[in-house]
């Protein structure tokens, strides 16, 4: 389990989190919604290790690891998949991959042919650049490269940004089976209700830094929901 204790984050004299506690548990989805600027990636950076914070706990697994830099947060299975997707375009879809493999011991450096069972068009294009990929196909191998790292955590801060919807339906097609697994706990940033609201059981809607809403899924009014998503 993942447990974030009233975190508070600066960026220098400006705060971007303000006492935000909340919890994410293997074989379910988490899905963090609010407008941008609210605070979603900050909420990220600072779960990951990418940014300090500067007040509360974030404990995994039952330690602490808000002192823990970020290699270490992703040796202990925190994987991150960012906005932007953030793959090396220089690299082949093979080479993007391996760089799953820094925090696995030698023994298991290699790829995994569940990636390829989950995104087929990867395997087609190994020996491509990662550069010349569309924006769906390199949202697909950065949640792949996440993959390889074989996580626990499962980071993914707006996986559908700018991509398809027929590789919307994939990318949430393979969120909703590894959450069946019960192997993985997922924490899904999002600003589309509906998708949020398909694949997790959990969500808490952000404003200004802080959470304003949150509870289970069944269980919030979609109109108060919504009245935090709508610009």
Do not use: C
Request: net charge positive; aromatic share 4%.
């Amino acid at each position: 389990m993942l447990e974030v204790q009233n975190v508070n984050l600066h960026y220098g004299a400006a705060i971007a989190l303000r006492g935000v506690s909340i919890k994410a548990e293997l074989g379910t989805v988490t899905s963090i919604l609010g407008r941008n600027g609210v605070g979603k990636t900050s909420l990220l950076r600072a779960i990951t290790g990418a940014h300090p914070i500067s007040g509360g706990d974030i404990r995994w697994e039952g330690t602490s690891i808000a002192k823990m830099p970020a290699y270490e947060r992703a040796k202990r299975g925190i994987a991150w998949v960012p906005q932007g997707r953030d793959i090396f375009p220089l690299l082949t879809v093979r080479e993007n991959l391996e760089t799953g493999f820094a925090v696995l011991p030698r023994r298991e450096r290699k790829i995994p042919e569940e990636i390829f069972e989950l995104f087929p068009i990867l395997k087609s294009m190994m020996g491509r650049r990662g550069g010349d990929l569309s924006g769906g196909q390199q949202q697909q191998l950065a949640i792949g490269r996440a993959l390889v790292m074989r996580p626990r955590l499962l980071v993914l801060d707006e996986p559908t940004e700018g991509i398809q919807p027929s590789i919307i339906k994939d990318i949430g097609r393979v969120i909703s089976l590894l959450r069946s697994r019960g192997t993985m706990a997922i924490l899904l940033v999002e600003q589309y209700y509906d998708f949020a609201h398909e694949l997790a059981q959990t969500l808490a809607v952000m404003d200004r830094g802080s959470i304003v809403v949150a509870g289970a899924r069944d269980s919030l009014d979609e109109t108060e929901v919504r009245k935090h998503l709508s610009v």
